[in-house]
DNA sequence: AGCTAAGCGAGACGGTACGTCCAGTCTTTCG
DNA sequence: CGAAAGACTGGACGTACCGTCTCGCTTAGCT
């Protein structure tokens, strides 16, 4: 009865809102340009997205869907990983699966752009509740994906039983993190590398 | 020869400054009302920090030369920990210290205004130079104290000639600013222990 | 298609802008209280003029609209001294029509407000083009009054054919003006009478 | 006893005051830069001059002093049309007199910049009022002028004995600052031989 | 010759207004 | 009802001047 929504318009949109993200940061972003610049009134913008925040969010939730877990040029799809961690449970699996992944979060999140998103979507976190908990799970997608990996591990015996998942979790995660975001030190499949081997030394 | 800019003033405005940015965060120190509860004119502050930014640096450099390593709130000074790994180097020794540091960071940036005022810095790391190099500087200190006690267990032989120490400061901190700044998870000294066991426990 | 302008916001603001105005001068005319005065954003007014200057504008030529060539307090319709003229032709009957247009404009004119008024549009209108043509307009419409009274004059033959209008006028005004502007005398009915007695004894 | 004030600096800040008025008008008179180019503390321009306001005044006088009544580009001293009607107080003489003055006036009024400076102390003497009287006594010297002649005409018998000297006087300088004000036309010396002409015609 | 009051440069300071920028909401009219 | 257009509230930002003030230094002229 009712006109349907202009679907197209979302993807303008979000398109248009990822580029700017990407090339201005946050604050480059300006909704009223953004809907000038894709033809679009303000109101379809607010209409589709209650907040400046969610639509920030839904733009990094598209850059997770279009590359998978691992972030734009990453390459492990969810199957994928599975297959290989179901294949095969010891250790060198393990690394090999959980090194994918970090990879991935490592090139993901190494651009500078990139880094000032996260950022700016931490502190949005800490104000908007609603925002954070779209973006927690946001950075939940990843999370899992390694955690997956890990009680796999433990469960085919290649990782200790009493391995603390969250805290390998943290360790991993937060490393990668603690350089986009606080030391600025550059993040690539040499650092997974590494990371993933100190990791895996202490849960054996 | 000219009228020399009253001290005083840069130490209200700065502790007025302090105060409510850990009250109400970045966007709620607002410099037309800080001159005004300072009574001061908002053009003397401007005429000290060109920028909101700049003062808030300023702010953080501070803390910085207040509190040393801890930060607001934490407790664990320079000479403490120097003490401790001075007097033996073995394993459970290094554990402690290292417990003592990663504590102390926890139980400063445990409280939601911190935790919303590092996100906060972190982004403005991004875009603002001068005040990166000022936020950096303020991470590099606690960066410090756990190298210096990790180097000491290296030369005392209670960690391995290999470890890489980047590695494990990335590992210890960044768990915790992953908690601060991702998961939102609590942060306590069962925590820091229980990392601190866990990063040993691959150094070794 | 688009949300129209308030209408009531543009009279209510130009209503209070002009009551500031006549009582506490161009400065004492402050946008931002302006709005709050009105119950209005500051936006609101400056989206539809873009400058203090514009506002004043306005301000005048609505006052122009509302009251005809006597200004604010004047009380000359066009129609009363066309009657009269029509009517007679004699030096008596022009002496009354202009003593009637010169007295409204001592009446206007008169009052201190009105006089600061008068001269700090007098300045604006020096430095900005687009206010000046508005002012202009203003002044315009008592010396086309004036005027058409000493052409019916001349056609009549009551005045002599060679009489310079444009002097007489500038004779005529700009005694009141220099009065209003200059030397700060008053202004009333017997002056306006003198006035037009003293002019028009040279232009028979 | 003290130290007595450097003389020079006077006639430097006079002098650039004075340049800056002309070229950028009242509002492009900045103390704080005109201290600057003169090569003076700010305090020594307030020291001098209480207020912005008394330094205009103080250039404009100057002009006043350097020039005779006439103004900048004038030529009629005090002393030369003081001569003239005492040598003869017949109409053409007391005819080529006001012409002198008046045409000097015309001249020093007709520039532009001036016509604003002009309009903006007309505009400051209604709301400052020890500015107004210093304003007032400026504009009084070519009042005084013009009275004398017409006195001296009086006196003679060129003129009507029941002559209202005021009104004449308003009538001559008010049509010139009328036109400075006001209208904005032009001004000339055949402007002001014409205006002379009229006012005389009704005075005889 | 030295004391001292004032001049001077430099620039900080309080105060006030301006005009700009954005986020998010509201109000129309059209399809 | 969805969409386009854009008006509206609300609030902060940084800028610009004015006129006052406070320093420390310099200098003329009285004692």
Redesign the interface.
């Known amino acids: 009865m009712a006109r349907p929504r202009n679907t197209e318009s979302d993807a303008l949109i979000l398109a248009a809102a990822a580029e700017t993200l990407l090339r201005s940061?946050?604050?480059g972003l300006v909704i009223d340009e953004l809907a000038r610049v894709v033809g679009v009134a303000k109101t379809t913008v607010y209409r589709r997205w209650p907040t400046k925040n969610h639509l920030v969010v839904s733009v990094i939730a598209g850059w997770q869907d279009e590359v998978g877990v691992a972030g734009p040029g990453g390459m492990v799809g969810g199957q994928a990983d599975g297959t290989i961690v179901d294949a095969a449970g010891d250790l060198a699996h393990i690394a090999t699966a959980l090194t994918a992944i970090v990879g991935g979060m490592c090139r993901a999140l190494d651009p500078?752009p990139m880094?000032?998103l996260v950022?700016?979507l931490?502190?949005a976190?800490?104000?908007d509740d609603e925002l954070?908990s779209s973006v927690?799970r946001l950075?939940a997608e990843r999370?899992a994906a390694i955690a997956a990996v890990l009680e796999r591990g433990i469960a085919s015996g290649g990782l200790r039983h009493d391995l603390?998942v969250e805290?390998?979790m943290?360790?991993l995660?937060?490393?990668?993190?603690?350089?986009v975001?606080?030391?600025?030190?550059p993040l690539d499949d040499r650092y997974a590398h590494?990371?993933v081997q100190?990791?895996?030394?202490?849960?054996r």
Chains 1, 2, 3, 4 share one sequence.
């Open positions: 940061g946050y604050d500078a880094r000032r950022a700016e931490a502190a976190r800490m104000t954070g927690d950075w999370r603390d805290l390998a943290d360790e995660a937060g490393a990668v993190y603690y350089r975001l606080i030391t600025g030190a590494a990371l100190s990791v895996l030394a202490g849960a």
